[in-house]
């Protein structure tokens, strides 16, 4: 799991618009997998120490968002420790002036769980929600979009894209061992799938992981709110933000395929 320093990409035409200095890592696909296992490891002790000390809901709510603050903190270690700047890592601003416009589907996303989920939404605790749902974003972004799409862009963008998004899907399986009924995790483990496909677009198309953070974290919000209803209407909007998130994946990757070529078209010709 060695990084080493990179020239910048003068790889044929890719996805993302913006060449940034990358590490190499010698073994990409065992390094994102050990990765991957880091936010589930905190998460993991984060409600152990919650059932072992026998925490009230608020507390233990708070001590989640804590343990997901510590394990992004680990991984920021790892971003500095591998030699390149945090950029590389997408630990900067949206570079694309048009990332407002992309960033309307997502917005769309959560507002259709908001309608088909209102009657459920539990005000009264937002704030310990709100705590939880963005320390849980940005460590869950920083290790899958951050660190793992850098490492596997070593690979080609297909490999970033579905090989981060697999991974964010299955580890979300660990919500079994917690008790949550299989229906629940297999319909997380597929919008998981979905969501880490166009999440990983995003970043690659902006080169940021805050635009995907963002809308990661929007989405924790309403559905701690909701308690991740499984009603009739639920259900319904779920498929329709799925559908929403999966348009809005490929618009993203075909309009950033489509600026790549047009920015190669406009290069002056060699001499």
Known sequence: MTATRAPLDDSPPRHDAVAVRRPTWRRPWVSSIVFALAPVVFMTAGSAVAQILQLSDVASVLALA?????????????????????????????????????????????????????????LARWLPYAALAIATALNEELWFRGVIVTVLRTRGVRAAVYGSAALFAILHLANLAGGEPALDAALQLVFALLFGIAAARLVLATGSIWPAAAWHAAWNFVNLLAGDQTTPVALIGLGLASTIILIYSMVVARRTQRKHTDDEREQPAPA
């Open 66 to 122: 804590g343990a997901a603050v510590m394990s992004a903190g680990v991984g920021l270690v790892v971003m500095r420790g591998s030699g390149p700047r945090l950029s590389a890592y997408g630990m900067q601003r949206p570079r694309n002036p048009d990332v407002a416009i992309w960033f309307l589907p997502a917005l769309g996303a959560v507002l259709v769980s908001i309608v088909s989920q209102i009657g459920g939404l539990d």
